[in-house]
């Protein structure tokens, strides 16, 4: 390729969809990428099957230091215009949860979607090419200099994306581009991760218990609640509800659970008292739950197990609280190593909202994680990789 007009770093959700987005527009591009094959981290998410994206999406689903700034983007590309993109392609996919939307098929599927695309707009993707410096040009524009070859181009994009799942390939490239032409950063942690559990008796519960599930669990961490299902692991506490509320939490914070969800679990306990007086706690719980769960969780507690007309009001509501209000700090989470996202990074303030340009030098650009947008868990951060990806390539 002679010097492209559009020089697009990462080859990431963000970057391929900016990519083609700007191609079908009659720019020539070229999108670089360090790794060995494009969309990794597209291909291991969902569990492999991507959930790519969720159709309630709004601004408040986002974790940004400005919270009115994914506004415009999402407004002019929604889940519904991505969600058409796919049947274009006759892309098969299944709802999960409401509005969650799932590849049927693999998350294969996205990928080859966004290759068809880069290639119909006559997209080049170099891989295995490094990112050795950048240099603004006197007239504008830039030059790029990578281990294999050296290109001027009229606009950059960074689609480097976070921190997160270095075995990937993640790296702090554009959080240093970003420095090189004057932005600042906001402090950046591991979003979407699960919790690590070092109280001794606290650990040997998660241990017994790892693998065991306990759905629609209510956890609250500095006013922010989840309604989600939990999992117990060797390490600590996973599972949706424990992803969601990481990135709300911070070191020394402390979690409340609901092992009840949004229910109460006084009423529950009062109901079954008054209705199967002569049935055991442990057999109750375990009706409730599972009987490893109950029969762990009365150790834990060192709860007497007597039929329930034995507790008095006052002991039931005792174990009301430890099941409805149970209070956990956690020593840490598992970090960038396994984390979904990555929370913080370039302010958004330095940054336009409807073209995702720099303010701080003309023709750069920055999207998807590598911003400081963060969505919950459930499709958000992939519309958000095509929102800003459409923004940019429109004005590209």
């Known amino acids: 390729m002679q010097n492209p007009e559009v020089i697009i770093i990462g080859a990431g959700a963000a970057g391929l969809f900016c990519a083609q987005s700007a191609g079908h527009r009659g720019r020539t591009v070229l999108v670089l990428d360090h790794a060995n094959k494009p969309g990794k981290k597209i291909l291991m ?9 969720n159709l309630h999406a709004t601004p408040a689903d986002f974790l940004c230091s400005n919270p009115h700034f994914v506004k415009s983007a999402l407004a002019r590309y929604t889940p519904w215009d991505f969600l058409a993109l796919t ?31 880069c ?23 830039f030059k790029v200099n990578t281990n294999n070859g050296h290109w001027q181009c009229q606009s950059l994009v960074v689609a480097t994306g976070g921190l997160s799942i ?26 979407l991760v699960p919790f690590i559990l070092t109280d001794p008796a606290l650990s040997a519960l998660c241990k ?11 956890v609250c961490c500095n006013g922010t609640q989840f309604n989600d299902d939990l999992l117990f692991t060797h390490r600590g506490l996973s599972g949706p509800a424990m992803l969601q509320v990481s ?3 911070h070191a020394g914070d402390p979690l409340t659970l609901n092992l009840f969800g949004q229910q109460d679990a006084l009423d529950w306990l009062e109901q079954q008292q008054a209705t199967r007086p002569d049935s055991e706690l442990k057999t109750v719980l375990g009706e409730r739950f599972t009987r490893k769960l109950a029969a762990a969780l009365i150790d834990y507690w060192v709860l007497d197990n007597r039929p329930l007309r034995q507790y008095s009001s006052k002991q039931l509501a005792a174990i009301a609280s430890a099941l409805g209000h149970w209070q956990i700090t956690p020593a840490g989470t598992e ?16 940054v336009s909202s409807k073209t995702l340009e720099s303010r701080q030098q003309a023709g750069l650009f920055f999207i998807g994680e590598v911003l400081d ?17 459409h923004a940019a390539g429109a004005a590209v």
């Not at 299944?94 to 979607?113: S, T, V």
Request: with cysteine.
């Open 373 to 389: 947008v963060t969505g919950h868990l459930g499709g958000f951060n992939f519309q958000w990789a095509w929102s800003s990806g």
């Open 208 to 218: 017994s218990l790892s693998g065991t599930a306990v759905a629609d669990v209510s």
């Open 45 to 53: 998410s969902g569990g492999g099957r991507c959930n790519f994206t």
């Open 119 to 141: 290639a119909a707009a006559r997209v080049e993707i170099r891989l295995d090419t490094r990112i050795l410096s950048i240099q603004a040009l006197d007239g504008g524009g």
């Open 87 to 117: 049947q274009r392609h006759a892309l098969e996919h299944e709802e999960k949860k409401p509005g969650q939307l799932f590849c049927r098929n693999g998350a294969k599927d996205i990928l080859n979607m966004l290759l068809a695309e």
């Open 247 to 249: 990135s709300f939490w």
């Open 166 to 191: 270095p075995t990937m390939g993640a790296t702090a490239l554009g959080y240093q581009i970003a420095q090189q032409f004057g932005h600042s950063l906001l402090p950046t942690r591991a979003g």
């Open 335 to 350: 970090g960038y190593r396994t984390a979904e996202v990555t929370l913080g990074g370039i302010n958004t303030d330095e």
